[in-house]
């Protein structure tokens, strides 16, 4: 049966998508937009949007395995149009907040644990992918990386950033095979690094220095809302990049154990990413 995957303009869909298409399966492809789809050859593309059940029938129409964005607004409606089309195994993008009792009560934590209990109680299987630090974050720095400096709050903070292509490696051969259902599987890179040193191997491989500029939370903060991002977020990220320049992310061996393959380390998402910063 087809395997659908949402917001597969992002980041991580985009590679889902790849991998599954690697991996010889029938795809469809879904945005809220489908003309803004840039998908491989052979990959059917289709207009959904949670907040619209009307887009969710066709969507879902012949599924049987769905990879899905956390998106609380409408998610009552997947479940319902996902249990209605037969749909068996959704494999959700969730957060590592949802596993950190520190961060229980964020907003963060919250907003992604009301959609997996949405999918828990389904008729229908779940895995709930919880990765912590995502090493696309960088991709925040671009404009002061064009001045030569990468600017940051909490520089020594540690976390074990992952490349998207290991998450989506993870959903890709869970929606194949259909293992791991009713898991939550705290994903990481393979090791612990900071900012600063991100900074030092994004300058190795660019090739030019780059100094670090250490933010105030206060200003750390206001950067994130003039980026769009709720008011009441920012401090919550903030307190956990303070704290982690005392107590290192933990990493896992998930990526491993799943695909059969060491995750990517950070070096390796900034080659992959280098144009990015072109």
Do not use: C
């Not at 010889?24 to 803004?36: K, N, P, Y």
């Not at 720095?141 to 903070?157: C, K, L, N, Q």
């Amino acid at each position: 049966m087809t395997i659908l995957v949402t917001g597969a303009r992002g980041n991580v869909g985009h590679a889902v998508v790849d991998a599954l298409v690697s991996a010889g399966q029938d795809v469809r492809a879904a945005s809220r937009d489908a003309t803004t789809l840039d998908v491989p050859d052979g990959v059917a593309t289709v207009s959904a949007d949670l907040e619209r059940p009307e887009t969710l029938d066709a969507a879902l129409d012949g599924v049987g395995s769905v990879f899905l964005y956390t998106q609380r607004q409408g998610i009552d409606g997947f479940v319902k149009a996902a249990e209605a089309a037969g749909v068996r195994h959704v494999v959700l993008l969730s957060s590592g907040a949802t596993l950190e009792p520190r961060s229980a009560q964020s907003r963060i934590a919250q907003l992604h644990r009301a959609v997996e209990e949405a999918l828990i109680a389904a008729s229908f299987g779940e895995t709930l992918l919880n990765p912590g630090a995502f090493a696309t974050n960088a991709l925040g720095w671009r404009a002061g990386i064009a001045d030569g400096v990468v600017r940051t709050a909490y520089p020594d903070s540690r976390s074990g950033a992952i490349h998207e292509r290991d998450i989506a490696d993870v959903a890709a051969r869970i929606l194949v095979d259909g293992s791991h259902v009713g898991a939550a599987l705290p994903l990481s890179g393979p090791e612990p690094i900071s900012f600063r040193e991100q900074a030092a191997v994004l300058a190795e491989v660019l090739g030019r220095p780059l100094r670090v500029e250490e933010l105030t939370p206060e200003q750390a903060a206001a950067q994130m809302t003039a980026l769009g991002w709720p008011p009441e977020v920012p401090p919550e990220v903030l307190r956990a990049m303070e704290r982690t320049t005392r107590e290192p992310s933990v990493v896992t061996d998930v990526v491993r154990d799943v695909t059969g393959k060491a995750p990517r380390t950070f070096r390796q998402w900034a080659e992959d990413h280098r144009a990015d910063f072109a």
